[in-house]
């Protein structure tokens, strides 16, 4: 895939993509830092992560299943203006109530990786301006450019603290600074989205409409399916969110943020490689397994990391986890856009994506817990990355059989 056969709305869907995800690992290197600097305690800050991802659940799941009738490029500007209002008031005050208030509401990632209505929407006008054949090969290169543009923020956030606080910046004045950028993304981001032209937007047929539920009709089932197992894995990998193993890196080996900038830099530089590689294998062995038999190698790797003894050789495994842990996304997301018809794809990718972002959100409270103990601080490595496994084990079985070109020309009514 060339970026020359992308049409202009294209290149406007990833330019968004790597502001966006720029933005939240900029972020999430430092947001555990910086509420533990406004004196949460390691519970309260698990719990606050949670209610971020549950509130943005809650609130992408209208969003994303309403897109397709009320408008694409209208849910994305409100994403964008969710994501403004989650910076300003995270870094104007200290008020737990406040806090809460912008964490339900706003759009914020303590993980690193996409929240909010953003990828659901763009993956379904993505796949709308791009032909089928491209899809997979398209969602690499979007993954590519989204783990490089998280890589960079990850360096620019640590590196920008540690910067201000050798000027003589106060930690939380340091932190605060990055928190305040990061609202100063969602303003570029809701200008870019206000550039899509109306080829965006969801073509429906001139027949009669099938009653829908959440968006969806005939897809109904199976979306709902993947949508179980999928939380599944988004809430064993809640426990490993990038904010908490960065603080995990903190405190077990002294890693300084200028550091663990570094770390997760070269950590999603690695996984933006392993997307891209997804599209070569998932065209020899298919997106399913694709999805699993890159997936479970990774998971091994994961519950490995505590168990290193200094912090040359945990970097060492965590690096060799990320070269392979993003293979799975882009066969997920183009499976899921395969299996569905064309007006039910932002629904589709939303349910999905909030299925994720409910299991996600549940997981970082215990997480917050383990990592308050010495004693269990290696513990959610070890939890999340055996539910990850039982979630490859499920999803083999319950798809591997379900041959992704064929189910959707069924969708679609051909032979």
Avoid: C
């Amino acid at each position: 895939m060339t970026f020359a056969k992308l049409p202009a709305d294209g290149y406007i869907l990833f330019g968004t993509r790597v502001i966006r995800m720029f933005a939240y690992g900029f972020l999430s290197v430092v947001l555990v830092l910086y509420l533990a600097q406004l004196g949460l305690s390691e519970g309260l800050i698990g719990l606050l992560l949670s209610l971020t991802l549950i509130g943005d659940a809650a609130i992408s799941l209208w969003m994303t299943t309403s897109a397709d009738r009320l408008g694409r490029r209208r849910i994305l500007m409100a994403g964008a203006a969710l994501m403004l209002f989650a910076g300003v008031l995270f870094a104007v005050t200290d008020k737990l109530a406040l806090l809460l208030i912008a964490a339900i509401i706003g759009v914020i990632s303590p993980s690193g990786y996409e929240v909010g209505p953003f990828l659901s929407v763009e993956q379904a006008a993505l796949s709308q301006i791009v032909p089928d054949r491209l899809r997979t090969q398209v969602f690499a290169w979007y993954n590519l450019v989204g783990s490089f543009a998280t890589a960079a923020g990850a360096l620019s956030g640590g590196g920008l603290t540690q910067l201000l606080q050798q000027a003589g910046v106060i930690p939380l004045n340091s932190y605060r600074t990055v928190v305040v950028l990061y609202g100063v993304m969602g303003v570029l981001l809701g200008a870019l989205f206000t550039q899509l032209s109306p080829e965006v937007e969801a073509v429906h047929s001139d027949g009669p409409q099938t009653p829908t539920r959440l968006g969806l009709h005939r897809s109904r089932s199976v979306v709902l399916k993947l949508s179980t197992l999928f939380g599944l894995d988004a809430f064993a990998g809640g426990f490993v969110v990038q904010s908490l193993v960065a603080y995990w890196f903190h405190v077990r080996f002294g890693v300084e943020p200028a550091a663990l900038g570094g770390i997760f830099f070269g950590a999603n530089i690695l996984a933006g490689i392993s997307a891209l590689a997804a599209a070569w294998v998932a065209a020899r062995i298919g997106l399913v397994n694709t999805m699993v038999f890159t997936h479970l190698p990774s998971n091994v790797l994961l519950m490995l990391v505590p168990l290193m003894p200094n912090l040359s050789s945990a970097i060492a495994v965590l690096f060799a986890r990320f070269s392979i842990s993003q293979m799975d996304v882009p066969p997920r997301q183009s499976y899921t856009m395969a299996v569905v018809a064309p007006d039910e794809r932002s629904a589709a990718a939303g349910v999905t994506g909030i299925a994720r972002s409910i299991g996600a959100a549940i997981s970082p409270t215990f997480a917050g817990v383990f990592l308050g103990n010495p004693v269990l601080l290696g513990a959610p490595f070890f939890v999340g990355g055996a539910l990850k496994v039982v979630y490859d084990i499920l999803l083999y079985r319950s798809f591997r059989e379900i041959k992704e070109r064929e189910h959707e020309d069924a969708l679609l009514g051909k032979d």
